[in-house]
């Protein structure tokens, strides 16, 4: 039996139920397929659950500062980790329940089988083919298991098992330090659990600037402990595992992995698209478009291996549902790029990375912010540390981007890219009001030193004059020039 | 024996400190006049000390959901008011130390003495006089106390009292539910004293659109007692008060008087400077100057009675300090207003306000976010809830202001009054990136419901597509025509 359909989406996570929302305003004849569970990876076992688990950690970890605050009882308080989990998955469960209740309209075009590419016009469903004049790769990501390691698999904890632990094992190891690593590890330290984490790099949440790699590497040790080192699993004992680095050898329950997810794009046939693919399996793709080559084929979301966040897989997924139902083609442009480690304090990269900016010679400087004597972070016990650098241009002091490790730097980073996207200098940052006593304040003094170090000469006094005299400083837009050709970031027209 | 001095500053708080770094910039001949307490209202007795104190209270408040998370004890914790109190003080006593602490290079111009105006270039400081070519006024703010309250003094507690308390009351009244009234209630409350607020409008935390007004006022009664109505004193019942409304009367303790603020101004011999004075003894002047009338006098923070906000009050300063060296008045923009009251969820308004687009007669359209049912929100027990209304321009969606009881309220009055003063539109900001789980992601509704009222044909695309076709959305920039004249706010621009 063969179906020819408009669209074809292969996989109903984020990408492609964004790319289905787009889709259905010009088509009904598509379908979406996926033969695995629904609800998004964010819901079931990414963002949603571990934002929810943090919460539990981060609150009971507060009765450390009871005492001091003059609160009393505090060591009596006990974590229960069965409850504790069970309440994670109930949540879960809503969220993902949620995403499959707006699935509901477009259940009969929903496939449960596996797709598998004949040519780039037809997949085969095992009892069916569609025949599909465009189609969205959209399958997401997995955690990424080490072939050495998969012996190991009993003790093995990945994020797709971590939610569906009805206990919690008394030694873990955590290896990797990036957004997953530390968050979970942090978590699982904060509840009581005797945590032994492995980082590669002096870094932590994806940072890459050396100044505040070393201050996060070196803050989170102090909290947990953490082994700078390749780790290794070296054998089983026991019920357990003994894991190791360069510098020694423990005995722990279990390990979580947080060492990435990988796209999934194995057994798609993607062999059978007539392209040439890569070590990895990864087909070439246009990162604007998401077209594969010429193919009227897209690759949106954690599958194309770009970058593994849900409102960059939503746009993807727009991008790719646009373009399958277009008459040609068309390039779109990036957001204010923006990643967020829910640690305490948070890490997070807004706009541009100094890895990103070194790497594309831009002449830029820097400004610092620190919240470890700032008087509204000293009154919350804990919270009185952070750093921001925040990267301008040498010229005109225009924000290109930041990082930072801060509390409330979820709220800081939305703050410093929404500054970067809507293309202010650091003097019209000045110039926006600070409340007294909040968290941004902090944002000031790194503004201050960038104007001090601009080339333009910087005004003296933060409020803009009623004038008319076209000397005095106004707020300096963007260049109103459209972006040319389709590989430039809409941050490049800053630089 | 009379001084000679370029500028005299009356009041060593934040607005007269801040006057002062703007005049040690253009003369050494200056001095600073003031007979009370040092280390400024706000460090003292206001925003400082009361974040303090609602931080304890709310991390106190989080253990009523603690069974629910899975920990449990949380019946064993006891709040001891003594020892708060007393960490409290300890805070404050380091902050307003450490305004003094950064008085010291300048403390020679510090005259520890009562001013009062004999001309409007002559002080009588009683043992001595000051002739100054100019002086600032920043003599701030004190709790108004109506006068037929006077005889109840002792069971009345003033915010400048508060902060004294060696305990706390067992029942206490508080009157007013302005910034205040719901910071302290809801701290007081939350921390087990039994609280009985009063307010004589369905509003709280200042709000002015009449939809969040009931909705903040319904929310914050849910959790503590607050009756609709003319809060008085009826009389004296042994160590306590019998204090009423339309609704009823209530023996409480002590009354926690919240009703707002008055500028210091009577014994400043303001009479003599040869103007006439208003009802309430304030004499003109122009807010975007500062300048009283045509005198070389200045009247600058919670002093001249339009705000009480700290912001506020350091940018008085710094424009009566450069106009009191200038070398003719000049007139300044202020920064986008916001007030952000610090309960739980906050209380803000971002840009301006319902009323006062109201008052001036601008198209608007509204978009509406909500917190109730946002997944991040629903994660942290007692966060899912909290309404925002957006207001922008009917014509472009230019954004113009919003209101808001939100939770993480003070981060998305920062984000949104950064957004209208950046000029963005509900288009633009819709481009901007949203983390996922974020707060933020609530605001997306309210900017995608503006676009669809404004004037303008909505894109229906929230990415910007690579392309010099003109007829694609590009951000909107605000005009960047200079403001005419002095009397205009810089988002007058946008209306």
Same mark, same amino acid.
């Given at each position: *039996?063969?179906?020819?359909?408009?669209?074809?989406? #292969?996989?109903?996570?984020?990408?492609?139920?964004?790319?289905?929302?787009?889709?259905?305003?010009? /088509?009904?004849?598509?379908?979406?397929? +996926? +033969?695995?569970?629904?609800?998004?990876?964010?819901?079931?076992?990414?963002?949603?659950?571990?934002?929810?688990? #943090? /919460?539990?950690?981060?609150?009971?970890?507060?009765?450390?500062?009871?005492?001091?605050?003059?609160?009393?009882?505090?060591?009596?308080?006990?974590?229960?980790? !069965?409850?504790?989990?069970?309440?994670?998955?109930?949540?879960?469960?809503?969220?993902?329940?949620?995403?499959?209740?707006?699935?509901?309209?477009?259940?009969?075009?929903?496939?449960?089988?596996?797709?598998?590419?004949?040519?780039?016009?037809?997949?085969?469903?095992?009892?069916?083919?569609?025949?599909?004049?465009?189609?969205?790769? %959209?399958?997401?990501?997995?955690?990424?298991?080490?072939?050495?390691?998969?012996?190991?698999?009993?003790?093995?904890?990945?994020?797709?098992?971590?939610?569906?632990?009805?206990?919690?094992?008394?030694? *873990?190891?955590?290896?990797?330090?990036? %957004?997953?690593?530390?968050?979970?590890?942090?978590?699982?330290?904060?509840?009581?659990?005797?945590?032994?984490?492995?980082?590669?790099?002096?870094?932590?949440?994806?940072?890459?600037?050396?100044?505040?790699?070393?201050?996060?590497?070196?803050?989170?040790?102090?909290?947990?402990?953490?082994?700078?080192?390749?780790?290794?699993?070296?054998?089983?004992?026991?019920?357990?595992?003994?894991?190791?680095?360069?510098?020694?050898?423990?005995?722990?329950?279990?390990?979580?992995?947080?060492?990435?997810?990988?796209?999934?794009?194995?057994?798609?046939?993607?062999?059978?698209?007539?392209?040439?693919?890569?070590?990895?399996?990864?087909?070439?793709?246009?990162?604007?478009?998401?077209?594969?080559?010429?193919?009227?084929?897209?690759?949106?979301?954690? %599958?194309?291996?770009?970058?593994?966040?849900?409102?960059?897989?939503?746009?993807?997924?727009? #991008?790719?549902?646009?373009?399958?139902?277009?008459?040609?083609?068309?390039?779109?442009?990036?957001?204010?790029?923006?990643?967020?480690?829910? !640690?305490?304090?948070?890490?997070?990269?807004?706009?541009?990375?100094?890895?990103?900016?070194?790497?594309?010679?831009?002449?830029?400087? /820097?400004?610092?912010?620190?919240?470890?004597?700032?008087?509204?972070?000293?009154? #919350?016990?804990?919270?009185?540390?952070?750093? %921001?650098?925040?990267?301008?241009?040498?010229?005109?002091?225009?924000?290109?981007?930041?990082?930072?490790?801060?509390?409330?730097?979820?709220? *800081?980073?939305?703050?410093? !890219?929404?500054?970067?996207?809507?293309?202010?200098?650091?003097?019209?940052?000045?110039?926006?009001?600070?409340?007294?006593?909040?968290?941004?304040?902090?944002?000031?003094?790194?503004?201050?030193?960038?104007?001090?170090?601009?080339?333009?000469?910087?005004?003296?006094?933060?409020?803009?004059?009623?004038?008319?005299?076209?000397?005095?400083?106004?707020?300096?837009?963007?260049?109103?020039?459209?972006?040319?050709?389709?590989?430039?970031?809409?941050?490049?027209?800053?630089?």
């Amino acid at each position: *039996m063969t179906r020819e359909v408009d669209v074809a989406i #292969i996989g109903a996570g984020t990408a492609g139920l964004t790319a289905q929302e787009i889709v259905a305003r010009k /088509t009904d004849n598509y379908v979406i397929i +996926d +033969d695995g569970p629904l609800g998004t990876t964010c819901a079931r076992v990414g963002c949603m659950p571990s934002k929810a688990f #943090i /919460t539990v950690a981060n609150d009971f970890h507060k009765r450390i500062f009871f005492e001091e605050y003059g609160i009393s009882g505090a060591n009596v308080l006990r974590p229960n980790y !069965s409850r504790i989990m069970a309440r994670v998955r109930m949540l879960r469960d809503e969220f993902a329940d949620g995403v499959i209740q707006e699935m509901l309209p477009f259940m009969d075009k929903l496939i449960r089988k596996r797709a598998r590419f004949v040519d780039p016009n037809t997949l085969d469903l095992g009892d069916e083919q569609i025949r599909a004049n465009h189609t969205i790769i %959209a399958t997401g990501s997995k955690p990424c298991i080490p072939e050495k390691w998969k012996p190991y698999k009993d003790v093995i904890i990945d994020t797709d098992q971590f939610f569906e632990l009805s206990d919690l094992p008394e030694k *873990m190891a955590v290896f990797g330090l990036g %957004a997953v690593g530390i968050e979970l590890g942090q978590a699982l330290h904060r509840l009581g659990v005797d945590i032994i984490a492995f980082s590669r790099r002096k870094s932590a949440g994806g940072l890459t600037d050396p100044s505040l790699q070393s201050y996060a590497f070196e803050h989170f040790s102090k909290e947990m402990n953490i082994k700078l080192g390749t780790a290794d699993i070296r054998r089983k004992s026991g019920n357990g595992v003994v894991v190791g680095c360069e510098s020694g050898e423990w005995t722990v329950d279990r390990i979580l992995l947080a060492t990435g997810r990988c796209p999934v794009v194995q057994g798609l046939g993607l062999e059978n698209l007539g392209i040439e693919l890569d070590d990895r399996g990864m087909p070439p793709f246009d990162p604007d478009t998401l077209q594969i080559k010429d193919l009227p084929v897209f690759l949106a979301g954690d %599958a194309n291996g770009r970058k593994t966040i849900l409102h960059e897989a939503a746009d993807d997924g727009s #991008i790719a549902g646009y373009n399958a139902t277009a008459d040609s083609i068309c390039c779109f442009k990036k957001r204010t790029p923006m990643t967020i480690t829910f !640690s305490s304090p948070d890490i997070a990269i807004a706009g541009l990375s100094y890895r990103e900016l070194t790497a594309r010679g831009v002449a830029f400087v /820097t400004g610092n912010a620190s919240w470890e004597e700032l008087g509204r972070a000293r009154m #919350i016990l804990g919270k009185a540390a952070g750093i %921001a650098r925040i990267y301008a241009n040498r010229k005109d002091g225009r924000l290109l981007g930041a990082e930072l490790v801060a509390p409330a730097g979820e709220h *800081m980073a939305h703050l410093l !890219s929404w500054a970067v996207g809507a293309g202010l200098t650091a003097a019209d940052a000045l110039a926006m009001p600070f409340y007294h006593p909040v968290l941004e304040e902090a944002l000031r003094s790194a503004f201050g030193q960038i104007m001090k170090q601009t080339d333009d000469s910087a005004p003296d006094f933060e409020l803009e004059r009623c004038s008319e005299d076209p000397s005095i400083r106004k707020m300096k837009r963007p260049r109103m020039s459209p972006v040319r050709g389709c590989s430039m970031n809409s941050l490049t027209q800053y630089i």
